[in-house]
């Protein structure tokens, strides 16, 4: 079977969130125990991963040097961080047996007119004093004032369009490697109207991006790991239940009721959606621990495009 999984922020950091570079090496191997069987069994696989912590250090450093340095692109960090994450996949892999692993730098195009560049709203980073973020502000960068706790940085959170180098991760998975890519929804670029891409300030739903990416590959199933077993309706209530079996069209009406938060569940259950109303498999909403259970669909909210 081929089948993306993407990897959420909690499988790249320390069970409190630090990220500091000891904490996603253990996180990375743990996550790898995971995927390795995936791999071993036979199946072609490709991995998308989160990486909010990771842009965030660089974002810090940014700021820490801006007065020295002028501070490096969001499509640069994205980049970086791909890199860096997808050599640690290698290695974690390696050391279980998946010796062909490829990490791929990829691209994601969005609209230049996506109405999310006209009006940036994505806040990214930290808070910072009302002077600190005005150095920033002179490198060309957008701040707003969030009352007491300071300023924040905010940024488009464009639409994406397509995964250029799907075409690579199709030959290397046809050529039996492990594939990683899209990271962090992929490096945001615009077309530049001369043949070309040009990078943009802005941070692509890794969620959204995984779906398009396993659209693209023609897979049959796409895992969405995060911190819960299953997508759940009444979260936080006693009526509290854990989705199971669903189709599209009940998973869009607890949706569209607002049963999950917009800037966590929200954007897992509308790419799974996305990917299973094509018809080409399933998706599954579940934990780390539980995606091999997922993709023999036996554990987690497990998506389909009709009911069976």
């Known amino acids: 079977m081929r089948v993306v999984i993407a990897l959420g922020g909690n499988a790249m950091t320390a069970a409190d969130g630090s990220a500091r570079p000891d904490d996603q090496r253990s996180a990375i191997e743990r996550a790898m125990e995971q995927v390795a069987p995936i791999a071993t069994a036979g199946h072609q696989v490709v991995l998308t991963h989160g990486n909010g912590p990771q842009v965030g250090n660089l974002l810090v450093k940014n700021e820490l040097a801006a007065a020295v340095v002028p501070p490096v692109p969001l499509d640069w960090c ?25 990490a791929l730098v990829s691209r994601t195009l969005v609209s230049a007119a996506d109405a999310g560049f006209s009006a940036p709203s994505k806040p990214i980073g930290r808070y910072l004093p009302r002077a600190e973020a005005a150095v920033m502000i002179d490198h060309g960068q957008i701040w707003q004032d969030r009352g007491a706790r300071g300023w924040r940085r905010v940024v488009a959170s464009p639409e994406p369009r397509a995964c250029l180098d799907a075409s690579a991760a199709l030959a290397l998975l046809d050529a039996g490697y492990v594939v990683t890519g899209a990271g962090g929804g992929g490096v945001p670029v615009v077309d530049d109207g001369a043949g070309g891409y040009r990078g943009v300030e802005a941070v692509i739903d890794k969620d959204l991006t995984a779906a ?34 669903v189709d599209v069209a009940e998973l869009r009406r607890h949706a569209a009721s607002g049963a999950f938060a917009g800037g966590s569940m929200g954007p897992k259950v509308e790419a799974a959606c996305r990917f299973a109303e094509q018809g080409r498999g399933f998706a599954a909403i579940t934990s780390l621990e539980h995606i091999g259970d997922a993709l023999a669909a036996t554990s987690g909210t497990i998506v389909s495009r009709s009911k069976e």
């Open 212 to 245: 398009l990416l396993a659209i693209t590959l023609d897979a049959e199933a796409l895992i969405i790991a995060t911190d819960v077993e299953a997508a759940m309706l009444g979260w936080g209530t006693p009526a509290a239940r854990a989705l199971g079996r």
């Open 78 to 102: 994205g980049a970086q961080t791909q890199g860096t994450i997808g050599t640690l996949i290698l290695n974690a892999l390696a050391r279980r047996g998946v010796s062909r692993v490829a």
